[in-house]
């Protein structure tokens, strides 16, 4: 044991002494967390999803414009005419809307849809369009029975009906489903989880290299140290590179972007440790099986990339095609992106990613035994 502590912690000593090192550990990719969060964190919480529509207000009266306030009150995100081409949908209110409401005649709203939107946003607006329309009859109806003679529904009793306080509250929130990964819980893990895959590949993968050319490793095998403490030494080091990765990165997400840890922290630790252990023994590994280190440096990149795409983490899971979603079960990524959106995005215990955290220790065990029997001086 005392060999193992000696040589991962003077492989850590040796990687921060070196300038490339911190680039690659911390800038680029805290710089992919901050615009891979922004393009991907749509309107408003992704648990409460505003999909955007389009509403062409016709009616210059005041039932019209309060409609729309009871649209954008129910949770529609209303567009600008200048960005129609984003809607998922659009609601059109004829310009006799409040005419033909106060003479007590039936009228329309137009709901059409647009060309190449999501059904999913699609049906949300239309559920609350029909809420919306259900409160302005609610507000009406309200209105006109406020006194016995025949009602004459003016703004002003109208706004004060639609402003006062609810007496019955509804909490709604998702039952069957779960929202999908969005801005920053889901930018920061992806990154990190790629990152860590990647960073512990090359420096493993390249540093094994590098020392068998160099004759450090003979130099190591002629001191009374076994294989399996020279292979274990070598992952116990790439692993304290990925500690310190992990915990910057932890505390950016906590404190400067707001990513939902809280309780679940522990387990969001526990799933990146096993997964650094996951990746510092491929490194090794790759570092076992070849000797060029410009060519274990360009098969890490390509091998971590991949695996960082079908995982996983360039975009959620949830939008994938079935055949990537079998795929992502093959790869360490796509294990440790489910567990840790089931902690992060979904709220879930340390339970729910038992099964997560067994197959990357079968991934690791796996990786370990590779690379003590690929081991060569």
Known sequence: MR????????????????????LWLFVIPLTFVYFMGFANRGPGDPANRKPPVLVENQDANFLGRAFLDELGAQGLW?????????????????????????????????????????????A???????????????????????????PAITEEKFR?????????????????RKPMPSGFNFSLPGNLVMYLMMNLLIFGGATMAAERRNGVIKRLMVHPVTRHELVTGKIYGLMLLGVVQILFFLAVGRFALGVNLG????????????????????????????????????????????MAALGGCWWPLEIAPPALQVIALCLPTGWAMQALHQLISFGSGLDAVVLPLLVLLAFGAGANLLAARFFRN
């Not at 949300?124 to 006194?147: D, P, Y």
């Not at 060029?292 to 990339?305: H, M, N, Q």
């Open 3 to 22: 060999h193992v502590l000696a040589i991962g912690h003077n492989d850590l000593r040796l990687f921060l002494k070196s300038k490339t090192a911190y």
């Open 78 to 122: 209303q567009l600008d005419p200048t960005n129609r081409e984003t809607a998922a949908r659009g609601i059109r209110i004829p310009a006799d809307f409040t005419s033909k409401v106060l003479a007590q005649e039936q009228t329309k709203v137009e709901f059409f849809r647009r060309d190449g939107s999501a059904e999913a946003d699609a």
């Open 124 to 150: 949300i607006i239309e559920v609350r369009l029909v809420r919306a329309l259900i409160a302005m009859n609610s507000h009406l109806l309200e209105t006109a029975t406020q006194t016995s003679a025949p």
């Open 160 to 176: 004060a009906v639609m402003n006062a306080p609810n007496p019955v509250s509804l909490n709604v929130r998702f039952a069957g």
């Open 263 to 306: 309780a679940n922290l522990p387990g969001v630790t526990l799933t990146l440790l096993v997964f650094a252990w996951v990746a510092a023994s491929l490194g090794v590994l790759a570092g076992s099986v070849f000797a060029a280190e410009d060519r274990v440096t360009g098969i890490c990149v390509l091998a971590s990339l991949l």
